[in-house]
């Protein structure tokens, strides 16, 4: 196993992943968690992150022609669930109301597609056809053992922040996670338009 091209391959799958980046909006939509339940909620999104990444760089192109979706086709999906979310955190302050029971949120959408969204999912495909399963499946294993950690001991950044700091980010990254979703809904659409051209 050539040490060099796995390193281009964990680094490429981190830059796009992005855990440090997403903390702050994995620290929004469970917020109202207990520390004990934050974490499985962290484990739960890692370890969907982790099995649709595998699934995807393996069978990614034969799932996709299987149902007749498109690549396009889920970043613009993609993009709508993440444009719901960050609108109703940013008017309510949380993406449920108060009273609402809590709705598990490991899964969908910190796992998919905030943690593994179109881009991490177009790149694994690719990275499986540059440098094969065993590179590929092997990044993907130690991207997400990083991303837990770092998810894990997230919590630290935030009582450095405090209570005022962590909000002020939080919104912020709420922001750009708005920003995130319209360029994902704008990328899918110009692909399809590129594609009848």
């Known amino acids: 196993?050539?040490?060099?091209?796995l390193m281009v391959a964990i680094i490429q799958l981190f830059i796009i992943t992005d855990p440090i980046g997403n903390l702050p909006i994995f620290e929004t939509l469970t917020k109202k968690e207990a520390k004990e339940e934050k974490h499985k909620t962290y484990l739960q999104a890692?370890?969907?992150?982790?099995?649709?990444?595998?699934?995807?760089?393996?069978?990614?192109?034969?799932?996709?022609?299987?149902?007749?979706?498109?690549?396009?086709?889920?970043?613009?999906?993609?993009?709508?669930?993440l444009l719901i979310i960050?609108?109703?955190?940013?008017?309510?302050?949380?993406?449920?109301?108060?009273?609402?029971?809590?709705?598990?949120?490991?899964?969908?959408?910190?796992?998919?597609?905030?943690?593994?969204g179109p881009?991490?999912?177009t790149t694994a495909m690719v990275l499986m056809?540059?440098?094969?399963?065993?590179?590929?499946?092997?990044?993907?294993?130690?991207?997400?053992?990083?991303?837990?950690?770092t998810m894990f001991f997230g919590d630290s950044l935030f009582k450095l922040l405090g209570e005022r700091g962590t909000e002020i980010i939080a919104r912020v990254m709420t922001i750009l996670l708005a920003a995130i979703a319209v360029n994902y809904i704008r990328s899918?659409?110009?692909?399809?338009?590129?594609?009848?051209?």
């Open 129 to 149: 056809g540059l440098y094969g399963p065993t590179i590929t499946l092997t990044a993907i294993v130690i991207n997400f053992g990083i991303s837990f950690v």
């Open 46 to 81: 890692t370890f969907v992150g982790f099995a649709l990444l595998v699934v995807f760089a393996v069978l990614g192109t034969f799932i996709l022609s299987l149902f007749h979706i498109t690549l396009p086709d889920f970043k613009i999906a993609g993009g709508i669930l």
């Open 188 to 197: 899918g659409i110009t692909d399809i338009i590129l594609t009848i051209r």
């Open 1 to 5: 196993m050539d040490l060099y091209i």
């Open 86 to 116: 960050a609108v109703l955190v940013l008017v309510r302050g949380s993406w449920i109301e108060d009273g609402d029971q809590p709705h598990p949120v490991g899964a969908v959408p910190l796992g998919v597609p905030i943690l593994v």
């Open 119 to 121: 881009g991490a999912i």
